[in-house]
């Protein structure tokens, strides 16, 4: 099986180590790892190399669960599918969503220890999982890939890396350190990207990730490591000092889990010259090297087991992680007994899927009933007896397996041994010695998950169906038909306001374009006015156009043997009427007609072969036409306006120009229907209220003041404040509210900021 | 140094103090039927189930930082500025309170139930010694940042919540400034000032860096002067709580409105 790839083949063996936090217990370290190798089956595209490191974020909720149950996913599934080199938060949601749920079983199963054990933190779990408060994690993940991928990289050096957040991968070769993100000292922040519990915040709030790669070579060292290492890590290649170079050989050659922990320690301490944050430390140190000897056990190091030896490739299905995910104490160095039997169980063939299949296998591995995951530890801690619902199982099932030893102590006495639902839900196993107990733990989160889609999916055709079939029916009914009839009135109606809603803007323009008119009219008016002012000649102007319009030369004697003409001014429609007419071919009476019949103005010239002399008029105008009316003045002959003896003496002063009838004035008239022509709408101001009034919150919803409130004493809207007063009808208001008075309050104080209680 | 960047750990705990204006003016209605004493005093429990959220870690609770609450105002047996003994002491030791000597109760949230520890009861009565409550966190601060490991702790932070007046200016101001020289080899004591009151009493202030729009308001102005600038962890935070602090701006709110109020609460005492 290794002939196709041993010319290529690499050696990746690695070394993994974690410190927690100062006041993190070992059980409770937010970080997470899992490196593993395996031989992929011949002609697969399958990676041969994985490794993944997650950080908890310690202001989320239940993170280290999260953190573990994620590099779970990605040692049996690999990264998320990726479009030409990108992974879309689409591609994160689909994969998280098996951790998700595993991860609110977790949850579930600590709620329920928590309440079993009437602990006094039940009420935060509660608050959280009802708010959805998720997990937050990062996470870097690599893979080597044995086969030749295509026809660029040569064969078995390909590396790939998904990286989400601050957790960093370094890549070491010939003294030249690359980083990945490439991230400076001062770059890391207290909020860095993360993938959350909840797929659907992923959505929001995650941008695509890029997929970096690389080939690999003989001697090549690769690091991956959380913010705190990282940064010093950063730091280190910045400053590139002596004491620096000592530590970093240190870091490199690091073997025993006690030599790391004395480092991590050694440089938290307070005033050390090469500070490392003080947060949760993991690194996983990978060491490239040509083909060495083969076929050793398939090697798996996750948070669980800590071999202080160097792990090697081997055939066979990826090694699944210990159930367990709270590892027995790396520092002490003793080796987890889970170890050597999940590392005999090789050959499940979940870990042979394509990776694009990978979720959907997961959840099917979750479903199949067969498979059960049992290593002694992990189930043991599984079934806390006084909890119930954390063991759903059927009674008539729960046969006693040896995994289910009744020796599991109370959640409440023993705080490290609190069940750990990820047992529950992780990936199936084949193991013997499985409890069918376990086994059927571990089915239902699958099948349940379809079931309840499907009567859903039920509930909404038949409910459409219903709703289908009983308007049909109740068409035909006597109410039916009604409410059929009164949808097509409703219809018609609408039609019909929509044609009033129209004429009523047509009519509004025509209004407008009035309007316009008249102030036009009113312009020109003002403007004649102006004219006749500085000329003084005598012309016969147009009243509302400013228009001179003189009578055409043949009227005069035409007028006299007709006796009568009709003269208008101009062919416009507001143009003025005028009418000459001779009595007794001596009287000459004019008369002027208004464009809307309203204003008559008549002049009488007793003799017209002489100055005319105004006479008495007779107007049906206002009293502005009446003012504006003047008499035909003394001829232009005359010139001095001095009138003859015979003429009746004129009633008003006389005037040069020949004062036309003036623009009748016609109120303002609105073509609207129902608008009483002239009437003007004027909003009364509404009294300001007083700022006593304002600042008193007699009731909370200020709209609805009581009334029973009334003001006994105010001299004036603008009298100074401390005269007002406010008294109450009813007592018990006096006993709800408080009154404030400007009596009461400190002088100093102004009466909008402060008040106190006599 | 004073570049606030330490951490808060279990070696090193930061101490967390709130000061609750107790005086009469605190009953008055302020927000959906509540006053503000009763609101002050259940966003000042929200806020201490936050931090407890924050350091929960399985069952147990690291201890991170210290709490403490001093109202001012009269207390039943007469003093001026009083502790609250359902919150003095480690978070671990104050979360172990609840279900015993602190009743837990449930509030509707609309579509859920929340429940909620009442460490604080709400209490209006008496005058504002603002004062008096500066000097006893002062000496609180004094005494616990005297105890060995603690120089290169976070400072203190400490949110006075108020809605009237001190009763004397220059006392207080005499007394901020004793507090606010404490401080650790990180920084110095980090004050900030909370002044509550219904929307219609006047114009919110939030997080101003320059006292231009207020210069008129002895009290705004005063609150202003003795409060610190928010450094960038907080700064950080702040803006991860959806505040919107400009650069060089102080923890200071002047007539806040409830929602302000309450994000000024979690994110100052929650700073990591």
Same mark, same amino acid.
């Given at each position: 099986?290794?002939?196709?790839?041993?010319?290529?083949?690499?050696?990746?063996?690695?070394?993994?180590?974690?410190?927690?936090?100062?006041?993190?217990?070992?059980?409770?370290?937010?970080?997470?790892?899992?490196?593993?190798?395996?031989?992929?089956?011949?002609?697969?595209?399958?990676?041969?190399?994985?490794?993944?490191?997650?950080?908890?974020?310690?202001?989320?909720?239940?993170?280290?669960?999260?953190?573990?149950?994620?590099?779970?996913?990605?040692?049996?599934?690999?990264?998320?599918?990726?479009?030409?080199?990108?992974?879309?938060?689409?591609?994160?949601?689909?994969? *998280?969503?098996?951790?998700?749920?595993?991860?609110?079983?977790?949850?579930?199963?600590?709620?329920?220890?928590?309440?079993?054990?009437?602990?006094?933190?039940?009420?935060?779990?509660?608050?959280?999982?009802?708010?959805?408060?998720?997990?937050?994690?990062?996470?870097?993940?690599?893979?080597?890939?044995?086969? #030749?991928?295509?026809?660029?990289?040569?064969?078995?050096?390909?590396?790939?890396?998904?990286?989400?957040?601050?957790?960093?991968?370094?890549?070491?070769?010939?003294?030249? *350190?690359?980083?990945?993100?490439?991230?400076?000292?001062?770059?890391?922040?207290?909020?860095?990207?993360?993938?959350?519990?909840?797929?659907?915040?992923?959505?929001?709030?995650?941008?695509?990730?890029?997929?970096?790669?690389?080939?690999?070579?003989?001697?090549?060292?690769?690091?991956?490591?959380?913010?705190?290492?990282?940064?010093?890590?950063?730091?280190?290649?910045?400053?590139?000092?002596?004491?620096?170079?000592?530590?970093?050989?240190?870091?490199?050659?690091?073997?025993?889990?006690?030599?790391?922990?004395?480092?991590?320690?050694?440089?938290?301490?307070?005033?050390?010259?090469?500070?490392?944050?003080?947060?949760?430390?993991?690194?996983?140190?990978?060491?490239?090297?040509?083909?060495?000897?083969?076929?050793?056990?398939?090697?798996?190091?996750?948070?669980?087991?800590?071999?202080?030896?160097?792990?090697?490739?081997?055939?066979?299905?990826?090694?699944?992680?210990?159930?367990?995910?709270?590892?027995?104490?790396?520092?002490?160095?003793?080796?987890?007994?889970?170890?050597?039997?999940?590392?005999?169980?090789?050959?499940?063939?979940?870990?042979?899927?394509? !990776?694009?299949?990978?979720?959907?296998?997961?959840?099917?591995?979750?479903?199949?009933?067969? !498979?059960?995951?049992?290593?002694?530890?992990?189930?043991?801690?599984?079934?806390?007896?006084?909890?119930?619902?954390?063991?759903?199982? %059927?009674?008539?099932?729960?046969?006693?397996?040896?995994?289910?030893?009744?020796?599991?102590?109370?959640?409440?006495?023993?705080? #490290?041994?609190? +069940?750990?639902?990820?047992?529950?839900?992780?990936?199936?196993?084949?193991?013997?010695?499985?409890?069918?107990?376990?086994?059927?733990?571990?089915?239902?989160?699958?099948?349940?998950?379809?079931?309840?889609?499907?009567?859903?999916?039920?509930?909404?055709?038949?409910?459409?169906?219903?709703?289908?079939?009983?308007?049909?029916?109740?068409?035909?009914?006597?109410?039916?038909?009604?409410?059929?009839?009164?949808?097509?009135?409703?219809?018609?109606?609408?039609?019909?306001?929509?044609?009033?809603?129209?004429?009523?803007?047509?009519?509004?323009?025509?209004?407008?374009?009035?309007?316009?008119?008249?102030?036009?009219?009113?312009?020109?008016?003002?403007?004649?006015?102006?004219?006749?002012?500085?000329?003084?000649? *005598?012309?016969?102007?147009?009243?509302?156009?400013?228009?001179?319009?003189?009578? +055409?030369?043949?009227?005069?004697?035409?007028?006299?043997?007709?006796?009568?003409?009709?003269?208008?001014?101009?062919?416009?429609?507001?143009?003025?009427?005028?009418?000459?007419?001779? /009595?007794?071919?001596? /009287?000459?009476?004019?008369?002027?007609?208004?464009?809307?019949?309203?204003?008559?103005?008549?002049?009488?010239?007793?003799?017209?072969?002489?100055?005319?002399?105004?006479?008495?008029?007779?107007?049906?105008?206002?009293?502005?036409?009446?003012?504006?009316? #003047?008499?035909?003045?003394?001829?232009?002959?005359?010139?001095?306006?001095?009138?003859?003896?015979? #003429?009746?003496?004129?009633?008003?002063?006389?005037?040069?120009?020949?004062?036309?009838?003036?623009? %009748?004035?016609?109120?303002?008239?609105?073509?609207?229907?129902?608008?009483?022509?002239?009437?003007?709408? !004027?909003?009364?101001?509404?009294?300001?209220?007083? %700022?006593?009034?304002?600042?008193?919150?007699?009731? $909370? $919803?200020?709209?609805?003041?009581?009334?029973?409130?009334?003001?006994?004493?105010?001299?004036?809207?603008?009298?100074?404040?401390?005269?007002?007063?406010?008294?109450?009808?009813?007592?018990?208001?006096?006993?709800?509210?408080?009154?404030?008075?400007?009596?009461?309050?400190?002088?100093?104080?102004?009466?909008?900021?402060?008040?106190?209680?006599? | 140094?004073?570049?606030?960047?330490?951490?808060?750990?279990?070696?090193?705990?930061?101490?967390?103090?709130?000061?609750?204006?107790?005086?009469?003016?605190?009953?008055?209605?302020?927000?959906?039927?509540?006053? /503000?004493?009763?609101?002050?005093?259940?966003?000042?429990?929200?806020?201490?189930?936050?931090?407890?959220?924050?350091?929960?870690?399985?069952?147990?609770?690291?201890?991170?930082?210290?709490?403490?609450?001093?109202?001012?105002?009269?207390?039943?047996?007469?003093?001026?500025?009083?502790?609250?003994?359902?919150?003095?002491?480690?978070?671990?030791?104050?979360?172990?309170?609840?279900?015993?000597?602190?009743?837990?109760?449930?509030?509707?949230?609309?579509?859920?139930?929340?429940?909620?520890?009442?460490?604080?009861?709400?209490?209006?009565?008496?005058?504002?010694?603002?004062?008096?409550?500066?000097?006893?966190?002062?000496?609180?601060?004094?005494?616990?940042?005297?105890?060995?490991?603690?120089?290169?702790?976070?400072?203190?932070?400490?949110?006075?919540?108020?809605?009237?007046?001190?009763?004397?200016?220059?006392?207080?101001?005499?007394?901020?400034?004793?507090?606010?020289?404490?401080?650790? $080899?990180?920084?110095?004591?980090?004050?900030?000032?909370?002044?509550?009151?219904?929307?219609?009493?006047?114009?919110?202030?939030?997080?101003?860096?320059?006292?231009?729009?207020?210069?008129?308001?002895?009290?705004?102005?005063?609150?202003?002067?003795?409060?610190?600038?928010?450094?960038?962890?907080?700064?950080?935070?702040?803006? =991860?709580?959806?505040?919107? +602090? =400009?650069?060089?701006? !102080?923890?200071?709110?002047?007539?806040?409105?409830?929602?302000?109020?309450?994000?000024?609460?979690?994110?100052?005492?929650?700073?990591?």
């Amino acid at each position: 099986m290794t002939t196709s790839t041993a010319t290529a083949r690499l050696d990746y063996s690695f070394r993994a180590f974690r410190v927690p936090n100062v006041d993190t217990a070992e059980d409770k370290t937010q970080d997470a790892y899992v490196a593993a190798t395996h031989i992929p089956a011949p002609g697969s595209a399958e990676a041969c190399a994985r490794f993944a490191v997650a950080d908890g974020s310690g202001q989320s909720f239940v993170p280290w669960i999260w953190a573990q149950v994620m590099v779970e996913q990605f040692l049996q599934c690999g990264p998320p599918p990726s479009q030409r080199g990108r992974i879309t938060s689409e591609d994160w949601a689909t994969w *998280l969503d098996y951790p998700h749920q595993r991860w609110i079983a977790g949850v579930e199963a600590m709620q329920q220890a928590l309440k079993a054990a009437n602990s006094n933190l039940a009420w935060v779990y509660n608050n959280n999982v009802m708010e959805r408060r998720p997990a937050a994690s990062t996470i870097v993940a690599l893979e080597f890939f044995d086969q #030749q991928q295509d026809a660029a990289t040569p064969a078995g050096t390909r590396w790939e890396a998904s990286i989400v957040g601050d957790s960093c991968l370094f890549h070491l070769r010939d003294q030249k *350190l690359t980083s990945y993100p490439n991230l400076a000292s001062t770059e890391f922040g207290k909020f860095p990207l993360a993938l959350r519990s909840y797929p659907a915040e992923n959505l929001a709030k995650l941008p695509e990730a890029q997929i970096v790669y690389g080939t690999a070579q003989p001697g090549d060292v690769f690091i991956l490591a959380t913010d705190a290492l990282a940064k010093w890590i950063a730091t280190c290649w910045e400053e590139r000092t002596e004491d620096y170079g000592r530590e970093w050989v240190k870091l490199l050659d690091m073997a025993q889990p006690q030599e790391f922990a004395d480092f991590v320690h050694g440089h938290r301490a307070n005033g050390d010259p090469m500070p490392l944050e003080e947060d949760d430390t993991t690194m996983v140190v990978i060491r490239v090297s040509a083909k060495g000897s083969s076929l050793e056990p398939a090697t798996l190091i996750s948070g669980a087991a800590a071999p202080p030896a160097w792990g090697t490739v081997a055939p066979g299905a990826w090694p699944r992680p210990a159930a367990q995910t709270q590892p027995a104490p790396q520092a002490d160095g003793s080796p987890n007994p889970a170890t050597p039997e999940h590392l005999s169980a090789n050959g499940a063939p979940i870990a042979q899927a394509p !990776r694009a299949a990978a979720a959907a296998i997961a959840v099917a591995a979750a479903a199949a009933p067969s !498979r059960a995951d049992a290593s002694p530890a992990p189930s043991s801690l599984l079934k806390p007896a006084p909890a119930p619902a954390a063991s759903p199982a %059927p009674a008539s099932l729960a046969v006693p397996g040896p995994a289910s030893a009744p020796s599991a102590p109370t959640p409440a006495s023993r705080p #490290q041994s609190s +069940p750990q639902p990820v047992a529950q839900q992780s990936p199936a196993r084949n193991d013997p010695q499985a409890s069918p107990q376990i086994t059927k733990q571990a089915a239902p989160a699958g099948w349940k998950f379809y079931v309840a889609a499907i009567i859903v999916v039920l509930c909404f055709s038949f409910l459409a169906l219903a709703l289908t079939l009983g308007w049909t029916f109740f068409e035909k009914t006597q109410v039916g038909a009604d409410v059929v009839k009164l949808r097509k009135e409703l219809e018609q109606s609408k039609k019909e306001k929509e044609a009033i809603d129209s004429e009523y803007t047509k009519l509004n323009e025509k209004y407008n374009n009035a309007n316009k008119a008249r102030e036009e009219a009113e312009k020109k008016g003002l403007a004649l006015e102006k004219l006749q002012k500085d000329d003084k000649s *005598l012309k016969i102007a147009m009243p509302t156009r400013a228009e001179e319009h003189k009578l +055409p030369e043949t009227s005069l004697p035409a007028l006299v043997q007709k006796g009568h003409m009709t003269e208008t001014g101009g062919a416009k429609p507001h143009a003025i009427k005028m009418e000459l007419e001779v /009595k007794d071919k001596k /009287k000459l009476v004019i008369s002027a007609t208004g464009y809307n019949d309203n204003v008559k103005v008549v002049w009488e010239i007793n003799d017209f072969q002489g100055a005319p002399v105004t006479d008495g008029t007779q107007s049906t105008g206002t009293s502005q036409d009446r003012q504006g009316m #003047q008499a035909p003045g003394a001829g232009g002959a005359n010139g001095g306006g001095q009138p003859r003896p015979d #003429q009746t003496p004129p009633t008003t002063t006389p005037n040069p120009i020949i004062q036309p009838a003036p623009t %009748p004035e016609k109120p303002n008239v609105s073509p609207l229907p129902g608008a009483p022509p002239g009437r003007q709408y !004027r909003r009364v101001p509404t009294k300001s209220r007083s %700022p006593e009034f304002e600042s008193t919150d007699f009731d $909370n $919803n200020s709209n609805s003041r009581p009334d029973r409130i009334t003001r006994s004493y105010r001299s004036e809207d603008t009298a100074p404040l401390k005269e007002g007063r406010w008294e109450l009808d009813d007592k018990e208001l006096l006993k709800n509210h408080r009154i404030y008075t400007a009596e009461n309050a400190p002088k100093s104080k102004e009466m909008n900021q402060h008040y106190w209680r006599d | 140094m004073q570049n606030y960047s330490a951490t808060m750990s279990a070696r090193c705990p930061g101490l967390i103090c709130f000061l609750l204006d107790t005086s009469l003016s605190m009953g008055e209605p302020y927000f959906e039927g509540t006053s /503000k004493a009763e609101f002050a005093a259940q966003g000042i429990n929200k806020a201490i189930a936050e931090l407890i959220n924050r350091c929960i870690s399985g069952e147990e609770i690291r201890d991170r930082c210290f709490l403490s609450v001093i109202s001012y105002g009269e207390s039943d047996r007469g003093q001026e500025a009083f502790l609250n003994e359902h919150v003095h002491g480690m978070v671990s030791e104050v979360a172990a309170k609840v279900g015993d000597t602190v009743e837990i109760q449930v509030f509707s949230m609309g579509t859920w139930q929340e429940e909620q520890p009442v460490w604080i009861k709400p209490r209006a009565q008496g005058r504002t010694p603002m004062d008096k409550a500066f000097d006893a966190i002062a000496d609180l601060c004094r005494f616990k940042l005297s105890e060995p490991g603690m120089e290169n702790a976070f400072p203190p932070i400490v949110v006075n919540i108020t809605d009237g007046a001190p009763n004397s200016y220059a006392n207080t101001a005499k007394a901020a400034e004793r507090l606010r020289n404490l401080g650790t $080899n990180d920084g110095k004591v980090l004050l900030f000032n909370v002044h509550i009151a219904a929307t219609t009493e006047g114009k919110e202030i939030l997080y101003p860096a320059t006292d231009d729009h207020f210069r008129h308001n002895q009290f705004a102005n005063f609150l202003f002067s003795i409060s610190s600038t928010l450094p960038p962890p907080l700064f950080r935070s702040a803006r =991860q709580a959806d505040c919107d +602090p =400009q650069p060089g701006a !102080r923890g200071f709110l002047f007539n806040a409105s409830p929602a302000e109020f309450l994000k000024l609460l979690i994110f100052a005492s929650t700073p990591q």
